[in-house]
């Protein structure tokens, strides 16, 4: 419901017995994420809250939010914007979950690993030896000590539950990675003329104290890096040339 209807994914989906549900204006768009975990994660002294946008990726690399609406939202309206999947789009098109992703319980099953939060500590389905968990079978961060089939020794590990927060509770439980989000511009005409005079040149060095990149025959002080339209046309170039995608 959420892609083009031009494209083959998409599937109509209404809700009837809701009177409150409407599909969100946005629209599912190609996503360019790099998470990195820790391998060996462990707690963290001092817990860090998670922020809005991605604090884990799912199996099917479906980005997880938080229990929180974008700022001057309420989560419990977007609640009635989720599609078939329980996910939806927000304004760049980003795709993700805010609950449990009923696609992956329903093709995996509902007490399988479900993916991984930026602290390395993995996720896992509502379903425990055969018992849907609640909140009170959880800590604060939503998680809790036990073997898993992946982890036989035991791990800390969250799970999905049927009520707020859903995903995570008060935060991280260990020290969370980082999260690297590229998005790519929408070109105007203006745009591709600039992009166009980019394309025919090769690349040659990025320097990563100073993030310029040199271009023969293009000034970096024409095109400043610090300005982000700038920064994102970088981005596209090294994306469509197969180049690797420099960190600015």
Known sequence: MYYQTSDARNEAHDEPN????????????????VFTL????????????????????????????????????????????FDQYEGHPQQRGQYHYHLEPTWLTGTLGDDKFMGLLLDGFPVYGPVENGIRLTNDDLDDY???????????????????????PWINGDGYYGKAGTLTQYYFMRRSAVLLVLFGTLWACEPSS??????????????????????????KMLLELCYLKGLSIPAL
Do not use: C, W
């Open 18 to 33: 809701n009177a409150d549900f409407k599909q969100n204006p946005n629209k599912i768009v190609t996503q360019h994420l």
């Open 38 to 81: 820790p391998r060996f994660p462990k707690e963290a002294t001092n817990k860090e809250a998670t922020d809005f946008g991605p604090m884990g990726v799912s199996v099917n690399s479906v980005a997880f939010y938080n229990q929180n609406a974008a700022p001057g939202d309420d989560i419990l309206e977007e609640l009635n914007t």
């Open 142 to 164: 939503h998680g809790h000590t036990s073997a898993t089939a992946e982890f036989p020794e035991g791990i800390y590990h969250y799970h999905i539950t049927d009520e707020l």
């Open 206 to 231: 990025l320097d990563p104290v100073v993030a310029e990149y040199h271009l023969p025959q293009i000034s970096a002080t024409k095109f400043p890096l610090t300005i982000p339209i700038y920064q």
